[in-house]
């Protein structure tokens, strides 16, 4: 038997015989680049104590990886269609490791951000190829099965990552959360070469890169619009930004609309199967990006778990994950994708519901419910539509199908941490500033406690440390009347940062069932929207039969020859 895998999944008579062993190494492929993400929420704290990361440099080391990914999949995914789905992926996961060593290596904000761009552009070619080439690896009959295999890691990705980085913080700093891909990205490289099939189209025309530029543009100028408005101000840059990506999107839909081979073909959004089903990937993302990024921070500094206990605390949604992909592998083939859809998006709107009961009193008991909830929200409506999605596009184009799906969920992501994160600030600081007004502290240090809720119990700590110190100065002091005084100052400042600690808490625990609030109403009218669109069951999709399939395979094994 040969080391590296060199028969072409098209020139295969049958069904390849190590397709689940293939799946195995995209489903670890997708784990680390999803994982990169939301282990960083749990680093965060560590890194910024270290660098002196300011808040937007924070915003940034977060989204600079999101930027490069989004704009960029489109584009790679056509490439990789063109010259070789494996080889983009191999070539994304060097890209990605390149990028996690420089990551454990920097020293400055400059340089964790410029190392998360990198990893975000290796990202960007791993994520459609992993979904292009389980698409030509699996015979149709399969592919649904698979595709619920990977929507499920997926979900346990989002929960393992808080648990990884939390293991490995409890030893280890913040750069080992970086280093830990290099390991697993090589076994990922070594996996694709000897157990995942090259594929590429069979027949591909010439690559509209002008399309593909456009594609970029906008696309990158949304997300760069997403996350510099919301955060930051809707300054010249938020404006200028949002101004290029609805010009960018005008020439981008004209363009394509003309072009005889365009990179994605927008009249595709005219079919009710397709365009619900991105719309769903996109607002269930939204939701669930969004209530990751305050649930992690409600864990960890209101209720004061560590990161490892953060990451141990959200495992019932990687378990319910789990769970909802069973039941929407049972359910859709009997009742259809629109119920089990619809059935995923009101559940993921009921945990929202349940997270607008959060207050100063919650304890972790309080969170089980809305993550196993979420979890199995999950696993019901996004293996559908990544299906929907995918069985949209023919065998030539299947890098761009997962990049479209791939593009929704980080959209939605995006929107759901600029958004949600925004709205979750600005009612933090708004309680925050009604329940410390006479708390008699400086304005300028009552600001830098509504700056976020870890800046917040921070200054609370310094009132607590200043009381602390006072109270050693009292210890040591020989006159009576003074050491009285001291004792005095120093009780009232510990009242104050007791005092303070709790408002904190308070609000934003006010802050997450406000946002929470929100959150579900906008899921809940998109489920409406979603379930007008996406067809009954028994209704055909555009996707090819079996018999089509076989028959296209034939045509690219005869080109190919």
């Known amino acids: 038997m040969r080391l590296v895998m060199n028969e072409p999944v098209e020139g295969m008579e049958g069904p390849y015989r190590r397709r689940w062993w293939a799946l195995l190494v995209l489903c670890l492929s997708l784990l680390i680049i999803v994982m990169a993400n939301t282990a960083l929420t749990v680093a965060a704290p560590a890194m910024t104590e270290d660098l002196g990361l300011s808040s937007a440099d924070l915003q940034w080391v977060i989204d600079g990886y999101t930027v490069p990914y989004a704009a960029l999949m489109l584009l790679l995914g056509a490439i990789g269609d063109k010259y070789s789905r494996r080889g983009a992926l191999v070539l994304g996961l060097v890209v990605f490791a390149g990028g996690a060593v420089s990551g454990y290596l920097a020293d400055s904000s400059t340089a964790v951000i410029a190392a998360r761009a990198v990893m975000g552009v290796g990202a960007a070619l791993i994520m459609p190829a992993t979904l292009s080439l389980l698409a030509a690896t699996f015979p149709r009959a399969e592919r649904a099965k698979a595709i619920t295999l990977w929507t499920a890691t997926a979900g346990l990705a989002i929960a393992a990552g808080p648990l990884v980085a939390g293991a490995l913080l409890e030893n280890h700093g913040w ?21 995942v099939p090259p594929s590429k189209a069979g027949h591909h ?9 456009l594609s970029v543009v906008w696309i990158g100028a949304l997300v ?4 510099e408005g919301p955060h930051f101000g809707w300054g010249p840059k938020a404006i200028g930004a949002a101004v290029v990506a609805a010009v960018a999107l005008l020439a981008f839909v004209l363009w394509e609309l003309r072009h005889p081979h365009p990179v994605l073909d927008v009249r595709r959004f005219t079919d009710r199967r397709f365009a619900g089903s991105n719309l769903a990937v996109a607002l269930f993302f939204l939701a669930v990006f969004g209530a990751f990024y305050y649930l992690t921070q409600h864990l960890q500094f209101v209720l004061g778990h ?8 959200m495992l019932p949604l990687a378990g319910a994950v789990f769970v909802g992909s069973a039941l929407t592998a049972y359910l859709t083939p009997r009742v259809g994708m629109r119920w089990t859809v619809t059935a995923g998006m009101v559940g993921g709107t009921a945990a929202l519901a ?3 009961q959060v207050d100063s009193t919650s304890s972790y008991g309080d969170f089980v419910a809305p993550l196993v909830v979420l979890g199995v929200a999950i696993g019901l409506a996004l293996s559908p ?16 199908g997962g990049a479209v799906n791939d593009t929704s969920l980080e959209l939605g992501g995006s929107l759901g941490i600029a958004i949600l994160g925004s709205l979750l600030g600005t009612s933090y600081s708004d309680h925050l500033g009604d329940a410390a007004s006479g708390s008699g502290l400086p304005a300028g240090t009552l600001a830098t406690a509504q700056d976020s809720v870890g800046a917040g119990y921070a200054v609370a700590q310094g009132v607590a440390d200043k009381a602390r110190q006072l109270g050693e100065q009292a210890a040591q002091t020989t006159d009576p009347q003074q050491a009285a005084q001291l004792r005095a100052q120093a009780a009232q400042l510990a009242e104050n940062a007791r005092n303070m600690a709790d408002s904190v808490g308070s609000s ?26 996406l067809p009954g069951k028994g209704t055909p999709a555009p996707a090819e039969t079996e018999a089509e399939e076989g028959a296209g395979r034939e045509r690219e094994r005869s080109e190919a020859r």
Do not use: K, Q, W
């Open 175 to 195: 750069s080992s959360s970086f280093l830990i891909n290099v390991p697993v990205a090589a076994v990922a490289i070594v996996g694709a070469l000897v157990l």
């Open 205 to 213: 025309d010439r690559i509209d890169h002008v399309g593909g530029l």
């Open 224 to 227: 760069y619009m997403i996350i």
């Open 306 to 313: 560590d990161a490892l206990d953060t990451g141990l605390r």
């Open 354 to 356: 349940l997270l607008t």
């Open 385 to 400: 539509c990544t299906d929907a999605i995918m069985g949209a596009f023919p065998e030539s184009e299947l890098g761009v």
């Open 508 to 533: 934003f625990a006010d802050a997450v069932a406000h946002t929470s609030l929100v959150g579900a109403v906008v899921l809940g009218v998109g489920t409406v929207l979603v379930a007008v669109l």
